[in-house]
């Protein structure tokens, strides 16, 4: 790479500022590799009457997503996707699922012609019953290799630098290693691995397994269930990577994308506590998610609908028990209870000597 | 097997006693293949000033160590071993681990010919700087074979019949069925597995990484340090187990005595606890377990020891690093921080396209 590298981070939520704090600390370490301005697109909205990005800009702070953290001087808020991404050869996506493709389609002919990309998005694009990968998708559009970002990564926990670890997944070796660069500090503990598919799969599928333990705590079940419920949660993903895309090691369920984000999903997380809440309160998920998200739709109920539709589509149903009996639950009026009686093996398997 | 199989429980405590009635379930329902009444050595001891042994068989319930679960009326409570053991086909060990070998010593000659073992003891012990797998050690003394049963099992839980899986690893197909037989309920969902080596390591080892996700809390780190430290125990534990120890393979780490019975034990458990309050407190170790355990050691604690002074003799503690963090957080006045500062991997490894 003959010229410095230009960053730019599409979307500037919650996550999506903190990561654009580390990536900003990133390019003045490492100056040689990266020019030293971070742009930053933001959906333009007013906070008290003033431009979000021009508070950004001035404070270096996002007042609304991720208040009382400086994100770095060199963190500049760019209130179009357009020219935020200018000549940009390195794109972080980092944006609710629904805008990707409508923003992916304003950026084409304004990177940078060697631009790679990379995917912090959470979850599968549901098509014409079909689970699509993001990275994949905006390979497609672009025409850009893109590779991922996931693990077990509480957005505030990140901008206050406490020790945490992610995974990357790159297919090329060559872009790990800039991606490493870009995202690796002393506190966000990066390892890269070839898996992109098994590592979004995870992704998307542990926002399922979390409302499983949500019904577990919903009905005071112990330890001994949710346990389960999380081991077969953690299997039934594993298998459904293996089953439809093609490529999914057994080892990216060992990285922080996947059991170490499953353990922390399924222990704190809205996915968990919403669906508790529906267990114990008996009020429809729509109506929980009015009264606890403001009637923003969870991830988790979305993808179990999306899960459910592919998996029934192929007659397959009955070998993701769990992910069924949650679909179930949620959707079918199905006896909460089958979250364990669905587990039941009857028969174990008893492995060859 | 021409003959009914007599199935004792060497060991009587809380988990001793719920397994028996899971056992004494099982004899009823495959009464073609076992006995119906199952032995349970009792180490004799006053209750109100009466033998524990006559009050459990009379009120068919374990009134100090499982109060309020019925055991059914038949488990046989016998107070010497040799004599609860006397011509037993299924030895069921469940006891403390530093009365395995006094025991075992003392039923040479007691027991059928043909007999079979299954160890559900804790740990590994620690002789001459080696650490030896329990099964083993009763298969050398007894000369029978012995499997193994570990899983994420809270006693009382399956006492009181909630849905849990656990693990059995047997070497030989035939015993793995007999043994599905003895333990498989509805509610105690047994798999069958061959790595009787890796079940042991799992079930050694989540001590000492729980005595780790204990130091996160007890320094009130959050959830992406915490699923740091329990995922890289995991990886910590394999890695341990198949460096050590010949067979153990990766799909071990998957069934309920690896990740499940790890997330339990890091969840809650008083390993966890203790090591919480000894960071908390700034007392030293010994004198917690005195104030919250009795005086009585931890599993984790001495596990730390013993796996520290493996690992030195071998010059490995760097291959090691949370292992190693937490023995000398607890025994050497390390800085707490080292639990997360120690994993920082500084570079991450790129896998190969």
Chains 1, 2 share one sequence.
Not at 153 to 180: C, D, M, W, Y
Not at 303 to 329: D, K, W
Request: aromatic share 8%; with cysteine; hydrophobic share 40%.
């Amino acid at each position: 790479m003959s010229t410095k590298q230009k960053v730019t981070i599409i979307g500037s939520g919650n996550w999506g500022s903190s990561i654009a704090r580390v990536c900003a600390q990133n390019t003045i370490r490492h100056s040689d590799t990266f020019e030293r301005e971070v742009h930053m697109w933001v959906f333009e909205e007013k906070v008290d009457g003033k431009n979000l990005t021009e508070i950004i800009n001035e404070k270096h702070e996002n007042v609304k997503y991720l208040p009382g953290i400086n994100l770095g001087e060199n963190v500049i808020a760019v209130p179009d996707a357009k020219e935020a991404s200018k000549g940009a050869n390195v794109l972080v996506f980092v944006l609710p699922h629904q805008f990707v493709y409508k923003v992916c389609e304003s950026l084409k002919g304004v990177i940078s012609d060697d631009c790679v990309a990379i995917s912090l998005i959470k979850g599968l694009d549901y098509k014409d019953n079909n689970l699509l990968i993001f990275s994949e998708e905006i390979e497609r559009i672009l025409g850009i290799p893109c590779a991922a970002l996931s693990g077990a990564n509480i957005a505030s926990e990140v901008a206050e630098e406490q020790f945490g670890e992610t995974t990357i997944a790159s297919e090329s070796a060559k872009h790990g290693e800039l991606f490493l660069k870009l995202f690796h500090t002393e506190y966000f503990d990066c390892n890269v691995i070839a898996d992109s598919r098994g590592l979004q799969v995870c992704g998307a599928l542990k926002n399922v397994v979390a409302l499983g333990a949500g019904i577990c705590e919903g009905l005071n079940y112990g330890n001994n269930t949710k346990a389960a419920v999380i081991r077969r949660g953690l299997i039934e993903m594993r298998k459904f990577g293996k089953a439809f895309f093609g490529g999914v090691r057994t080892e990216t369920f060992f990285e922080s994308c996947g059991v170490a984000d499953l353990i922390t999903t399924c222990s704190g997380g809205r996915n968990k506590k919403v669906s508790a809440a529906f267990i114990k309160s008996g009020k429809s998920i729509e109506e929980i998610e009015q009264e606890m998200l403001n009637g923003q739709k969870l991830q988790g109920t979305t993808t179990s609908q999306e899960v459910y539709s592919f998996l029934s589509a192929r007659n397959m149903t009955h070998e993701f028990p769990l992910m069924t009996a949650i679909y179930r639950v949620i959707y079918e009026n199905a006896s909460p209870e089958c979250i364990a009686r669905d587990l039941r093996t009857h028969k174990a398997i008893v492995e060859k000597e």
